[in-house]
C-alpha cells in the first residue's frame, strides 16, 4: 500500500450509490454463456442452495457458484469467499496496527512504562506475524477474479488508466488496493453496526467493491505481466 498521491481513478461512468444491488445481478445474466449459467444456477437451486452475492457487471456479472463463506454477513461461492475473507482480514490486521499506534500518540492518555512496554510487543507481533500475507491475497484475487472473467470494456478501461500511469502518481494496483482497504473498513464498521439499515448499506458497499476489485484483478495481471518480462518477481 502506498503513500504516494493519488491518480485521478478513470471514469466508470457510473454513480457510487446505485440503488440496492439484489436485483441487478440478474440482469447481467446474459452476458457469457446463457447456457453454461442457466445450467449452474439450476444445479445451485436444486441443491438448496443461495448463489454466491458477486454480481457486479465489471467483475462478470452474477455468480452463480453456491454461497459457502460468510464475509460481513453477506455469502460468497469458495473462490469470490475466499478473495473476501482475506481482504477483510487485511483490512482488520491494518486497522488493529493502526489502533494500537494510535495509543502512541501524544494526543492520546500518557502511558505507564508497563503499559508502553506491552503496547510495543503489541504493535510488534501484529506487524511481524502478519495472518495474511500481500502474496496470499494476490493469489486469491487471481483465482477469484481470473482474466476470463473480467469484460473487455473493463479491461480496456484499466489498461488505459495504467498507461496514463504519471510518475508522481501511486500505481494503479497500489490505488485499487487501497480503496479496497478502505471499503472493506467501512463494510467491517457497517457489519459491527448490526441493523435493519446496516444490511442494506454492506449489500450495496460490497457491490461498489467488486468494481474495485476487477480493476485490482487486471493492475495485478498487467503488474505480474511485467514482472515476469524483467524477471522479477511481484512487489
Ligand atoms: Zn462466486
Request: charged share 30%.
Amino acid at each position: 500500500m502506498s503513500n504516494q498521491a493519488r491518480g485521478p481513478p478513470p471514469n466508470r461512468g457510473l454513480g457510487f450509490v446505485r440503488g440496492r444491488p439484489d436485483n441487478r445481478g440478474r440482469e447481467s445474466k446474459e452476458r457469457g454463456s446463457m447456457t453454461e449459467e442457466t445450467t449452474t444456477t439450476t444445479t445451485t437451486e436444486e441443491r438448496g442452495l443461495r448463489p454466491c452475492f458477486v454480481r457486479h457487471p465489471d467483475a462478470g456479472g452474477q455468480c452463480w457458484e453456491p454461497a459457502t463463506i460468510r464475509v460481513h454477513g453477506l455469502k460468497f461461492c469458495e473462490a469470490h469467499g475466499e478473495e473476501a475473507r482475506i481482504g477483510a482480514g487485511l483490512e482488520a490486521s491494518n486497522d488493529a496496527e493502526n489502533y494500537f499506534n494510535r495509543l502512541r500518540s501524544p494526543e492520546a492518555t500518557p502511558l505507564t512504562s508497563a503499559v508502553q512496554d506491552g503496547l510495543e510487543a503489541a504493535i510488534s507481533r501484529v506487524h511481524s506475524e502478519h495472518p495474511y500475507p500481500d502474496e496470499d491475497y494476490y493469489r486469491a484475487l487471481s483465482r477469484a477474479y481470473p482474466a476470463s472473467s473480467i469484460p473487455e470494456e473493463v479491461r480496456d478501461r484499466v489498461e488505459a488508466w495504467i498507461l496514463d500511469e504519471r510518475s508522481s502518481y501511486a500505481p494503479v494496483l497500489d490505488f485499487c488496493l487501497d480503496s479496497l482497504l478502505l471499503l472493506n473498513k467501512l463494510l467491517r464498521v457497517a457489519h459491527e453496526d448490526r441493523t435493519d439499515y446496516a444490511t442494506s448499506l454492506i449489500e450495496t458497499l460490497e457491490y461498489e467493491r467488486q468494481c474495485i476489485v476487477a480493476e485490482a484483478a487486471v493492475a495485478l495481471e498487467d503488474t505480474e505481466r511485467e514482472s515476469e518480462a524483467l524477471g522479477l518477481r511481484p512487489a
